[in-house]
C-alpha cells in the first residue's frame, strides 16, 4: 500500500528546505522498501500569484486525500499588506481548519556539539530535551468577535479569547498520553490569575491530572513560564499550553537549540489515516527568510526532521524516522554548519551540501 504524502514547498527558502527533506523521504523510502506517492501543490504566495488564493481547491481536496503533508513556510514582502484581503497565512490557517489540526508539537533538543550556539550558557542548555504542545483551533486566533472598528472615542479592536471544555480537554489529554511515552512529566501553561478562559484550562488539567496519576503534574503561569524556560529548561519534558502562549513560548524556546533551523514541528489531527494513525502536517518552525531566498545558504535541518517527525507520527515508521534524526546527527558531529549555526572558523556549507551529507549518512547506516 502506497502512503500518499502532499508536498507544499511554499515560498522564500521554502522550496529549497523541503525539497532537500523531500529527498530524504524518497532515500528512506527506497532504503526501508516503503510504497511513497507524492504529490506536489503551491500555496501561500506563489498560489495568490498564479490562482488568486493561498490555498487553491484543489490543493485542499489534495490535503484532505493524503495520509501526511509536507509543508514549507509562506509569505515575504511582496505580500505583506496587512490590508490585504488574500494574504499566504491563510493557507496555513486554512489547512489547520479543514483537517482539524488540534496539537501542534514542536520538540526542543539541545544537540551537544552546537551547544555553543545557543546565547545561553552551556551548563543551562546541556541536556534540553522537551516538546512544547500548542493547541491549534481556539483561543485568541479564532475567537469571534475579532475586528478593527470606529469607536465613540476613535479607533478601537476587539479580539476574543475562547474555548470550549471539548477544545481544552483533547489537547491535554494529549500531552498526558505523550508524557507517559517520555519522562512522565507534563506542565500545563495559562494565565489563570487574570483570564477566565485559562481559569477553565486550569481547572480541567487539574482534574485530568487525577487520571494520570503516573505522571508528575503542575500548573505554571505563562509570564513565569517565559522565565523557567531560559533559567531550568531541563527541568522540563512535556508543555501543554494555549494557541497564543505556544505560539510565544516555542519561538523562545528555539534558542535553547541554538537555531531555529534546527527545530521541526508536526500538526496533528483526530482523523486517522490509512496507515491506522493520525493525519498530520509536518513543516520546521522558521519563516521563510526571503533574504536568503534562492542563494543555497538556508539551514535544510528543521525540514530535514519535520520529515522523520512525519514517518513517526503519521505513518507509525519509527525505526525509519530515528534513522533520520542519527543521520543528522551524526552530520552536525562531524563539524559540517550552515551558516546560521555560526562558529567561529568554520567553514560552511550550503543547503544542498547538507541535504546530501544527511543522505549520505543515511545510505550508509543501511549497508
Not at 519522562?183 to 477566565?196: E, G, Q
Not at 521563510?288 to 512525519?310: K, T, V
Amino acid at each position: 500500500m502506497a502512503y500518499k504524502i502532499l508536498v507544499l514547498k511554499g515560498d522564500g527558502i521554502g522550496p529549497e528546505v523541503v525539497g532537500e527533506a523531500q529527498q530524504i523521504l524518497k532515500t528512506v523510502a527506497r532504503q526501508s522498501a516503503i510504497d511513497l506517492e507524492f504529490k506536489e501543490g503551491i500555496i501561500g504566495g506563489h498560489a495568490i500569484d498564479a490562482f488568486g488564493t493561498p490555498l487553491p481547491d484543489d490543493v485542499l481536496k489534495n490535503a484532505q486525500d493524503a495520509d501526511a503533508i509536507l509543508l514549507g513556510a509562506v509569505g515575504g514582502p511582496k505580500w505583506d499588506n496587512p490590508a490585504a484581503d488574500k494574504r499566504p497565512e491563510q493557507a496555513l490557517l486554512g489547512l489547520r481548519k479543514a483537517l482539524g489540526l488540534f496539537a501542534n508539537l514542536r520538540p526542543v533538543r539541545a544537540v551537544k556539539e552546537l551547544i555553543g550556539a545557543s546565547p545561553l550558557k552551556p551548563d543551562i542548555v546541556n541536556g534540553v530535551d522537551l516538546v512544547v504542545i500548542r493547541e491549534l483551533t481556539g483561543g485568541i486566533y479564532y475567537g469571534q468577535p475579532s475586528e478593527k472598528r470606529q469607536g465613540k472615542d476613535g479607533r478601537e479592536a476587539v479580539d476574543t479569547c475562547f474555548y470550549t471544555e471539548q477544545e481544552i480537554t483533547r489537547v491535554l489529554r494529549f500531552g498526558f498520553e505523550l508524557a507517559r511515552e517520555r519522562r512522565k512529566k507534563l506542565t500545563s501553561v495559562d494565565k489563570a490569575n487574570v483570564m477566565s478562559s485559562s481559569r477553565l484550562w486550569r481547572e480541567i488539567a487539574t482534574e485530568l491530572s487525577r487520571e494520570y496519576k503516573d505522571v508528575a503534574f503542575e500548573s505554571q503561569l505563562v509570564d513565569s513560564m517565559a522565565m523557567h524556560l531560559i533559567r531550568r529548561p531541563r527541568d522540563f519534558d512535556v508543555i501543554v499550553t494555549e494557541n497564543m502562549f505556544g505560539d510565544i513560548l516555542t519561538d523562545e524556546a528555539s534558542v535553547l537549540a541554538g537555531s531555529m533551523g534546527l527545530l521541526p514541528s508536526a500538526s496533528l489531527g483526530e482523523e486517522i489515516n490509512s496507515a491506522g494513525y493520525r493525519v498530520g502536517l509536518f513543516e520546521p518552525i522558521h519563516g521563510s527568510a526571503p533574504d536568503i531566498a534562492g542563494r543555497d545558504e538556508a539551514n535544510p535541518l528543521a525540514a530535514i526532521l519535520s520529515a522523520a517527525m512525519l514517518l513517526e507520527h503519521s505513518l507509525g515508521l519509527r525505526a525509519e524516522a530515528e534513522l533520520i534524526t542519527q543521520a543528522v546527527d551524526a552530520v552536525i558531529k562531524e563539524g559540517h554548519r550552515t551558516r546560521d549555526l555560526g562558529g567561529a572558523g568554520t567553514k560552511f556549507i550550503g543547503c544542498k551540501a547538507m541535504g546530501r551529507l544527511v543522505r549520505e549518512k543515511i545510505e550508509a547506516s543501511e549497508t
